[in-house]
Every structure is written in structure tokens, then in C-alpha cells.
């Protein structure tokens, strides 16, 4: 605190001697640091609107209190607490609160929360506290997730469950299951062809929990999203992102500046080539979906649905893509899937002449061939009608070389349950962080 010396005195007279003072103040080696909240092993309180982690300091001294950081460690992770102040008290006594979104990671861990504090005058201390036992913290699977990303713009994301607990069919249940679901969706008849002498189902079998759950962009990637990538240094540039032995061009980034800073921002960006995709899906933090995962979504898994169920009206052959988002599936989770613009898909083309309306072998002997994503391969199919062509059902494919640009193809990203569990709430100072959105 604050002190003043004073002196005074008289001469051998007895004549007073004005008083004269000096001013100091006395500073003590820093803050004292109390752990209110949590108060001890397993008591640790949930708040049960938000489902964050309460924690509660206080922090004393004399000379005030100036600055209090604090970091959760354990389970070989270092997690920065964003400490605010609670409302009232005096400068000299602060308490600290903080609420905490914690990893999955961190379930039933030991760990210590180490306070940092200093008071008016720069005087320093640090604390940390004892053990901590963490409570049992549920692995989470929000039906839609978010990505943080400084102010890029990223698309949300919405949950899709896997086949756990049913026998999935890929590519069709046989010819006379499907004909009359597509005639009363108003798509004609699932096998087309004139004289029918062979089945056009693929009836690849994925046995009760082969397709994991996974998360998939609710939206194609906009061109506005593709030119930021594009832009930054550490994006499109950045071999790093890149996959395989594919690697960045000088000239065709500054290509596709020219290209997009020209177009409508918010329609899907097209032409672009499979690796160009996947490099973006790569920076932020996703991957680009397989075939299987998008024909599930499409079907909406047991349901088999011979399509999205979005409007069709003007979806196709309208000389141009709509923008981003302007079909949304019938349970509104995912927008234009089967039209506007096709996607590319991590699955490589399995088969030498790759024909694709009819089954092949490989297929049927390894349906697990379907959910690889190799980065190496020369071709990848494609999915999904365009504004192009009028197929807006689940059997619009194609299959082009990794190589391959078209103003009718573009792409959307996709992730794993597992990826974004291991990856929420975890971030570099300057990558993507997942966190769970609202319906």
C-alpha cells in the first residue's frame, strides 16, 4: 500500500522545525491466488444450460490486482483459460471466473490449473494447484458443428448417422425396388434403358456399422470461400495442404484470383481440379467426402430415398449455378446435394474401363474399397446432377482424371465423428477450431 514518512523536530532552543515527509509504497511479491471453484477432487461443477465447466479465483492484494491468466494442464495438453472478472469487489480482491468447454480427451484425467497474477505495481506470482480429477466428460456429437477460423468464412457442417444397426445397400436394392420409388418421385424409372436384360443395382452390402457417422458440409464451398483460400499465404500456396504428389502452381493461383474475384461470391466455385479440392478441405480441416458417404446422405441412410427430396423446380438447365444453399434437402439438413453443381469425391475410380451404371466385381469381392481415399490415384468420381444435366437422382455419376476443371463441377468437405471428437475445442494460434452449434 501507500505510506508517508514524516520527520519533525525542534532545535536545542525549543524553535519547532517545519515537518517534512516522503511518500513510498510498499510492494509485496505479488497476488495471493485461492482456487474457489472447483474446490476439490470431483467437484468440479457442470453447468447444466451451457454443459461448460465452471472454475472460480480469487485473487488478493494490497496494492491491487492488475492482471490474472491462468492455464489448464494435463493429459499432455496445455489449454489457455479465458479469465473475466466478476462483477463488484474491490480493486484489491478480484474474483476470476471462467467457464470451460473441455476436451473429451481430458475425461477422468488428473489435472492442474497454473495462475499467473500481478499487482499494480508489476510485481508477479504464480500458483498452481493440486491435482484435480476431472469428472467422466460424454464424447459429444452435436447434429451440426462450426468452424472458427480468424474471419474466414467456413461452412457449417450438419451430422449424418451411420448404418449402425442395419445392412446398407450401396448403389441401388435391385431394378424392381427401385423402379417404383423414382416413378413416384417423379424421376421416370431407376433402370432406363430400353430392353432391361441386365440389373443396374450395384447392391453392394455394407454390413451394421461399416459406414461410420461423419459430418458433411451443409453447402457446396462458395466462391467467396475458395478466393480466401486462394489468397492466403498459407492456403493454396502451402504445399503442405496439398495431396499426394500434387503440388501449388504460381500461375494457376494467380488463374483462379483473376477468375474468382470476377465471379459471384456466393455460388459454388467450379472448375477446379480433385487435388485443388482436397487442398482446401485440407487447410480447413476437413476432407473431401466418399462415394458412399454421399449417396447416404442423398437416401438418408435406411430411408432410401431415390433423392435429396429437395424442389427440383428450376434446378436443372438453368445456364448457371444458383447460389450456395438455394435447394435444401427434405429434412432440411444439407442444401443442393443432388443438383446445381457436381462434387468431386475422395473415392478413386476401381475399375480399368470404370463404367459406372453397371456393378463391378471389385466392388461386390471389397465393398470396403469404397470408403478408402487414397491421395494417389489418376481419376476420382464425381457426383451429383448440375444445372447441366437434368439426373438429379442418386445414380448421377461420373469419373474424371484428378487433373480434370469444369465449369459444372465443384465440391463440398466432410469429416468423421472421431476427427472432429479428437479435434473439438483444439486448435493451433492460427488453424480451424471446431465447436458444436445450435439447430
Not at 523536530?9 to 515527509?21: E, H, L, Q
Request: charged share 25%; aromatic share 10%; proline share 7%.
Amino acid at each position: 500500500g501507500a505510506y508517508r514518512l514524516e520527520v519533525g523536530g525542534a532545535d536545542r532552543a525549543g524553535n519547532p522545525v517545519p515537518a517534512s515527509y516522503v511518500a513510498f509504497e510498499v510492494s509485496r511479491s505479488g497476488p495471493d491466488i485461492e482456487l474457489a471453484e472447483p474446490s476439490g477432487v470431483g467437484r468440479w461443477h457442470r453447468d447444466a444450460a451451457s454443459g461448460r465447466w465452471r472454475l472460480r479465483a480469487l485473487v488478493r492484494d494490497p496494492n491491487g490486482v492488475d492482471d490474472v491468466r491462468c492455464e489448464l494442464v494435463g493429459g499432455g495438453l496445455t489449454i489457455p483459460v479465458a479469465l473475466e472478472r466478476e462483477a463488484g469487489g474491490a480493486a484489491t480482491e478480484h474474483a476470476m471466473v471462467a467457464a470451460l468447454d473441455l476436451p473429451y480427451q481430458l475425461s477422468g484425467a488428473e489435472v492442474r490449473l497454473a495462475f499467473t497474477a500481478s499487482d499494480a505495481h508489476g510485481s508477479s506470482a504464480s500458483w498452481t494447484s493440486a491435482a484435480l480429477a476431472l469428472p467422466v466428460i460424454a464424447r459429444p456429437s452435436p447434429p451440426r458443428v462450426g468452424v472458427r477460423f480468424g474471419d474466414r468464412d467456413v461452412e457449417s457442417m450438419s451430422l449424418v448417422r451411420g448404418n449402425d444397426g442395419f445392412q446398407y445397400l450401396f448403389g441401388g436394392r435391385g431394378d424392381e425396388v427401385e423402379n417404383p420409388d423414382f416413378s413416384r418421385a417423379g424421376l421416370g424409372l431407376f433402370n432406363d434403358s430400353p430392353r432391361r436384360t441386365r440389373s443396374r443395382s450395384w447392391q453392394v452390402p455394407f454390413a451394421s456399422g461399416a459406414i461410420e457417422d461423419y459430418y458433411l458440409d451443409e453447402r457446396e464451398v462458395s466462391v467467396r470461400q475458395y478466393l480466401a483460400f486462394v489468397r492466403d499465404p498459407a492456403g493454396y500456396a502451402d504445399a503442405s495442404r496439398w495431396p499426394g504428389d500434387h503440388r501449388p502452381d504460381a500461375a494457376r493461383r494467380a488463374e483462379l484470383v483473376e477468375r474468382l474475384s470476377a465471379a459471384d461470391g456466393d455460388e459454388p466455385v467450379t472448375g477446379v481440379s480433385w487435388a485443388e479440392a482436397a487442398a482446401y478441405a485440407a487447410w480447413v480441416g476437413k476432407r473431401l467426402p466418399t462415394w458412399v458417404e454421399w449417396e447416404f446422405a442423398v437416401r438418408g441412410g435406411a430411408a432410401y430415398r431415390p433423392c435429396d427430396g429437395a424442389d427440383r423446380e428450376g434446378a436443372s438447365a438453368t445456364g448457371g449455378p444458383s447460389p450456395c444453399g438455394a435447394r435444401w434437402s427434405a429434412d432440411g439438413r444439407h442444401a443442393d446435394l443432388c443438383g446445381n453443381v457436381a462434387e468431386w469425391t475422395a473415392t478413386p475410380v476401381g475399375h480399368a474401363d470404370a463404367g459406372y451404371r453397371y456393378p463391378h466385381h471389385w466392388a461386390l469381392e471389397d465393398p470396403a474399397r469404397l470408403l478408402a481415399r487414397p491421395d494417389d490415384a489418376d481419376a476420382y468420381w464425381i457426383v451429383g446432377g448440375d444445372y447441366a444435366r437434368p439426373r438429379v437422382d442418386f445414380t448421377a455419376l461420373d469419373h474424371r482424371p484428378a487433373t480434370h476443371t469444369a465449369d459444372t463441377v465443384g465440391f463440398r468437405c466432410a469429416l468423421s465423428l472421431r476427427d472432429f471428437q479428437d479435434r473439438l475445442g483444439l486448435a493451433s494460434a492460427d488453424g480451424p477450431r471446431f465447436e458444436e452449434l445450435s439447430r
